[in-house]
């Protein structure tokens, strides 16, 4: 709801009610104390109207910081306003996030190739805190830990890698634990915690590989997802050359 608009409309409908209470009673035969005391009633309930409305008319949106993509190497920090949600959905406050090898080729080459699109909220692997639950939402509550699965974060696949990792809060319509956010157990510290979406793309293209141990294998590459391949496949009894 626009605040501004109902306070004003508020306002307006306060004013007619008393101008015509104040004109009504003053057509009547009503006694001089009985005129002043509803004289100064009028005035006082005035008075408390037009005080909110100046209150309301001083509040300000409340922003917070993004990081914005606008091409080969523009990204723009910007001020927008703090997302809220519905009865359905989530808001997060970012605890930290980590760059994904999506974001450094964005930044270099451009984003197209990778679902990073020019104006939109930069990062997708981050840990963050529940600040806000809509009321169907289940088994969420404020104060959780959260991982935000990138896929399902924002319920669009196309914003799998500009949900706002890098933004002080998003938003999360449509929010289903165990879908569109984990929940990160205590043992886990933050910054791990935001590398949990490069890792479960290694560990899970070992999984559907149905490796057995004692077999040898060979991981190509040791960045961040290759990495946990090649600790997938110890932690399964494999022996790896990286």
């Known amino acids: 709801m626009d605040v501004g608009w109902y306070e004003d409309s508020t306002f307006k ?17 009503v006694n001089t104390i009985s005129k002043v005391f509803i004289f100064l009633f009028v005035v006082i309930y005035m008075q408390i109207v037009w005080k909110n409305k100046q209150v309301y008319s001083n509040c300000e949106v409340i922003k ?20 809220d949600c519905d009865d359905n959905g989530i808001v ?18 451009g984003g197209q190739h990778v679902m990073i699109y020019d104006g939109f909220e930069f990062g997708h692997e981050m840990v963050s805190r529940v600040v806000k639950v809509g009321k169907n939402v289940e088994g969420i509550k ?33 929010c289903k634990l165990n879908q569109s956010v984990y929940l990160v157990p205590d043992a886990i510290e933050d910054e791990l ?39 997938t496949l110890k932690y399964l009894g494999c022996e790896v050359v990286v």
């Open 13 to 29: 409908t306060s004013t007619i009610f008393c101008e015509g209470f104040y004109k009504r009673t003053f057509s009547k035969k």
């Open 64 to 83: 917070m910081k993004a990081a914005i993509y606008n091409g080969i190497k523009k990204v723009d920090l910007v001020e927008l306003p703090t997302p």
């Open 92 to 109: 997060v406050k970012n605890i930290c996030a980590s760059i994904c090898g999506s974001d450094v080729t964005a930044y270099n080459y």
């Open 142 to 174: 404020e104060g959780d830990r959260v991982f935000p699965v990138p896929q399902f974060a924002k319920n669009d696949y196309t914003r799998a890698a500009t949900i706002g990792g890098f933004s002080e809060y998003v938003e999360l319509p449509q």
């Open 193 to 231: 915690a935001s590398v949990i979406e490069p890792f479960t793309v290694g560990a899970n293209a070992v999984w559907r590989m149905g490796i057995e141990s004692s077999k040898k294998a060979i991981v190509f590459g040791a960045g961040a997802i290759g990495l946990t391949a090649a600790m």
